[in-house]
């Protein structure tokens, strides 16, 4: 069980933002990632598809015998995190909850801004998530759904992503938030633009960063952690073209992807 990888999945290459931080956190564990890039984005998608996409999903990766699963992106945990884990026997955790966390634990004047895609804002899990550990805390929510098109086409800086951010932010800087979720496993690369709109005061939460953690702390909740020091192994898998995967996975990983396997599910679009 210890020596099989972990499962992490995104709508696209924004999950591999969570899998660099798996990577830096737990270096010895294997990893396999699946980008679901033909059905890219999960963003306008509605509820009952994200359901589809991620048990089609959480199957293929059983089928693969990993031993425990991170759904790396915040539409599909969102809309199916709590039917997956209900469904499946084997450990899947999401990206939300460990995002909601860090955010009420550093918020000084209780008031905390979250941007996502339409299907993560619509259905508040941040909001839900945020409220389940502090009821008191102020949520303030702003549907982004322009970014992360921008990343997966590698434009994270530049005059006209940073109109469109300012945009954005204009009503969650009114609203005198102190922290700011970056909803979207995405959104990391933007931190930087981000940063400098928003204010040096104001604090980004990661949910990339914050599941990782998660991910450390449940392997070794259930004495699961990889303890054999041999170079772990990592396997990229695209569900589309893995030309565009290969350009701009390894700026999303922090370190050089050398191979990306194509693979199928279902028909593209469904």
């Given at each position: 069980?210890?020596?099989?990888?972990?499962?992490?999945?995104?709508?696209?290459?924004?999950?591999?933002?969570?899998?660099?931080?798996?990577?830096?956190?737990?270096?010895?564990?294997?990893?396999?990632?699946?980008?679901?890039?033909?059905?890219?984005?999960?963003?306008?998608?509605?509820?009952?598809?994200?359901?589809?996409?991620?048990?089609?999903?959480?199957?293929?990766?059983?089928?693969?015998?990993?031993?425990?699963?991170?759904?790396?992106?915040?539409?599909?945990?969102?809309?199916?995190?709590?039917?997956?884990?209900?469904?499946?026997?084997?450990?899947?955790?999401?990206v939300v909850e460990s995002g909601a966390r860090a955010a009420v634990q550093v918020t000084r004047n209780r008031r905390i801004g979250v941007i996502g895609t339409k299907a993560t804002i619509l259905s508040s899990a941040y909001v839900k998530a945020v409220h389940a550990f502090d009821a008191g805390v102020k949520v303030f929510q702003q549907v982004t759904p322009e970014l992360a098109d921008f990343v997966e086409k590698?434009?994270?800086?530049?005059?006209?992503?940073?109109?469109?951010?300012?945009?954005?932010?204009?009503?969650?800087?009114?609203?005198?938030?102190?922290?700011?979720?970056?909803?979207?496993?995405?959104?990391?690369?933007?931190?930087?633009?981000?940063?400098?709109?928003?204010?040096?005061?104001?604090?980004?939460?990661?949910?990339?960063?914050?599941?990782?953690?998660?991910?450390?702390?449940?392997?070794?909740?259930?004495?699961?952690?990889?303890?054999?020091?041999?170079?772990?192994?990592?396997?990229?898998?695209?569900?589309?073209?893995?030309?565009?995967?290969?350009?701009?996975?390894?700026?999303?990983?922090?370190?050089?992807?050398?191979?990306?396997?194509?693979?199928?599910?279902?028909?593209?679009?469904?």
């Amino acid at each position: 069980m210890n020596d099989k990888p972990i499962g992490i999945f995104d709508s696209g290459i924004g999950g591999l933002t969570v899998a660099g931080e798996v990577m830096r956190q737990l270096p010895n564990e294997n990893i396999i990632y699946f980008g679901d890039t033909a059905r890219f984005p999960y963003g306008p998608r509605s509820a009952e598809e994200l359901k589809k996409f991620v048990f089609q999903i959480v199957e293929f990766l059983r089928g693969e015998e990993v031993k425990f699963i991170v759904i790396a992106c915040n539409s599909a945990s969102s809309a199916a995190l709590e039917v997956a884990q209900e469904h499946f026997y084997i450990p899947i955790i999401g990206v939300v909850e460990s995002g909601a966390r860090a955010a009420v634990q550093v918020t000084r004047n209780r008031r905390i801004g979250v941007i996502g895609t339409k299907a993560t804002i619509l259905s508040s899990a941040y909001v839900k998530a945020v409220h389940a550990f502090d009821a008191g805390v102020k949520v303030f929510q702003q549907v982004t759904p322009e970014l992360a098109d921008f990343v997966e086409k590698g434009e994270v800086v530049g005059k006209e992503i940073e109109r469109i951010i300012k945009g954005y932010l204009k009503t969650l800087i009114e609203d005198d938030i102190d922290t700011l979720i970056l909803g979207c496993t995405h959104y990391p690369l933007l931190s930087a633009t981000i940063q400098k709109i928003i204010g040096k005061e104001a604090v980004l939460i990661s949910s990339a960063e914050e599941a990782a953690k998660e991910v450390g702390e449940m392997l070794t909740r259930k004495g699961h952690k990889r303890k054999i020091n041999e170079a772990p192994n990592y396997r990229f898998i695209s569900s589309g073209d893995k030309s565009k995967f290969l350009e701009l996975g390894s700026r999303f990983l922090g370190r050089e992807i050398k191979n990306v396997e194509e693979i199928k599910l279902g028909q593209e679009g469904n």
